[in-house]
């Protein structure tokens, strides 16, 4: 456990990275000097050192225009890793995380961009790194089980390729495949023709088909209204094409993460229920031992700043954090579309005054 003890403006040009897909043509802009600079640089800067990153976790969180929950294309997100590193860049964020669903596969794509944008990202070969990106946090979210219900935990760590944890990411992509390939076939049994290479569209080469890619067949095709419409009605849990996954527990999935070297923050508690009335000293009491029950079994960390939760909910998973001695982190979960997730944070955002 950890307790953790104004961004020039930017120029008014950002480079555009998707024009830029070649290595070779992702060369340094001079407009690009003109982003926000800070003191940090790639999420190599930690060098292994976990309280390093725990407290820059926490102390940048609270100050805010940081993102540390986003999803691309490798997962269930609309945009590549390459236009996520845009968007922030846009944004001003001076930090942020990639955390796709069960893959850190588009790490590697974000680092690949980065590097070729002459910034350091492992301190190699570099004296005198540039200063003029945000620092990249590399992360992965991970759907487990607890009393029967399922949360999910975000995973950040201080190495791009995570030692021993590829084993434990095939594992729980296996498990992903099988349950799309039961909720295809109940969805065919109930009238809709969608298959496997039909949800392939809705990302690239990389992606990992799930239950939104599956939403978004039937908005597509008339169905449904809206991906939340298709989760309501046939993709939600006890709905008539929903099919559990085989999920570890908090606590396999927690050591699995220290084990490579990382730190596991509980994602958005407020959407399991654990905030409801959230000024009310019996949910706070109830949330407290929630939390330190979780902590028992392995938790770092709370996401006290999601983008779907209220500045209410956002105070009392902050106030339980710090009590708790455990980093708090902000995360926008943002997918890139307009649908029931919210926009990336910008350098605008900020938590301090609900400290």
């Known amino acids: ?6 961004v020039k403006s930017r120029g008014a040009h950002v480079i555009s990275l998707r024009r830029q897909r070649a290595c070779s043509s992702r060369v340094p802009s001079s407009n690009m000097m003109n982003a926000p600079k800070n003191d940090g640089h790639l999420g190599a800067m930690f060098h ?5 990153l725990a407290k820059f976790l926490d102390t940048s969180s609270v100050r805010g ?13 609309a945009k590549t890793p390459y236009e996520i590193v845009e968007n922030v860049i846009e944004n001003g964020l001076k930090a942020f995380a990639l955390t796709d669903h069960d893959t850190m596969a588009g790490i590697e794509e974000v680092v690949d961009v980065m590097r070729c944008l002459s910034l350091s990202t492992t301190g190699e070969n570099n004296e005198e790194p540039f200063n003029c990106l945000p620092v990249f946090v590399p992360g992965i979210e991970f759907s487990v089980m607890q009393d029967d219900s399922e949360i999910h935990i975000l995973g950040y760590f201080t190495e791009y390729d995570p030692p021993g944890l590829s084993a434990y990411i095939e594992d729980q992509a296996k498990s992903r495949e099988r349950r799309n390939m039961a ?3 109940k969805l065919r049994s109930l009238g809709y023709d969608v298959r ?7 990302g690239d ?8 890619h599956m939403a978004l067949w039937l908005v597509e095709h008339g169905f449904c209204r809206s991906v939340t419409h298709a989760f309501e009605e046939l993709l939600g849990v006890g709905k008539p094409a929903f099919v559990p996954r085989t999920r570890r527990s908090i606590r396999e999935t927690c050591r699995e993460i220290a084990r490579a070297g990382g730190l596991s923050v509980i994602a958005h508690p407020q959407q399991y229920g654990w905030t409801k009335n959230p000024e009310s000293p019996s949910t706070r009491e109830k949330l407290c031992e929630r939390i330190a029950q979780l902590v028992e079994e392995g938790l770092n960390g709370i996401e006290c700043f999601h983008g779907m939760a209220t500045p209410q ?3 009392l998973l902050a106030d339980v954090a710090l009590e708790l001695g455990l980093i708090r982190t902000a995360g926008s979960d943002c997918h890139g579309r307009p649908d029931h997730h919210a926009p990336m944070y910008d350098r605008h955002t900020s938590f301090a005054h609900l400290i």
């Open 183 to 185: 909720m295809l076939e």
């Open 205 to 212: 080469e990389h992606t990992l088909p799930g239950r939104v």
């Open 313 to 315: 909910e956002q105070r």
């Open 1 to 6: 456990m950890w307790r953790a003890s104004s």
């Open 196 to 202: 496997l290479d039909n949800l392939l569209c809705y």
């Open 65 to 77: 225009g940081v993102d540390f929950h986003l999803h691309s294309t490798f997962s269930d997100g």
């Open 48 to 52: 292994q050192n976990l309280d390093l």
